[in-house]
């Protein structure tokens, strides 16, 4: 389920919502009804990054093996489709 909470309760019942995120649910955080966070795991949110690294990493070896160079607009249409193809 979902959890929605106030950011007030990231002070308040801080150790609540820590078992949460620690059982690997993230945690929504409102301030005055709108969203305002979410609170994830070290490991949710290594998960969410890591391979982001490695094809940055794997963009700057290519980009120094070729002199060839892709508009912004290529670039973000590749990204789109890439992430749309999961």
């Known amino acids: 389920m979902i959890q929605i909470r106030p950011v007030s309760d990231l002070r308040?019942?801080?150790p609540e919502i820590e078992n949460m995120v620690n059982?690997?649910?993230p945690v929504y955080l409102t301030k005055n009804g709108y969203g305002a966070m979410v609170v994830l795991s070290l490991e949710q949110?290594?998960?969410l990054t890591?391979?982001?690294e490695i094809k940055?990493?794997?963009a700057d070896r290519q980009a120094a093996s070729t002199d060839k160079r892709l508009s912004h607009e290529t670039v973000f249409a590749n990204?789109?489709?890439a992430a749309?193809?999961?």
Request: hydrophobic letters at 30%; glycine letters at 4%; zero cysteines.
């Open 12 to 14: 308040n019942k801080f």
């Open 23 to 25: 059982e690997g649910q």
């Open 45 to 47: 949110y290594s998960a």
């Open 50 to 52: 890591d391979d982001i």
């Open 56 to 58: 940055l990493d794997e």
């Open 79 to 81: 990204a789109r489709r």
């Open 84 to 86: 749309h193809a999961k």
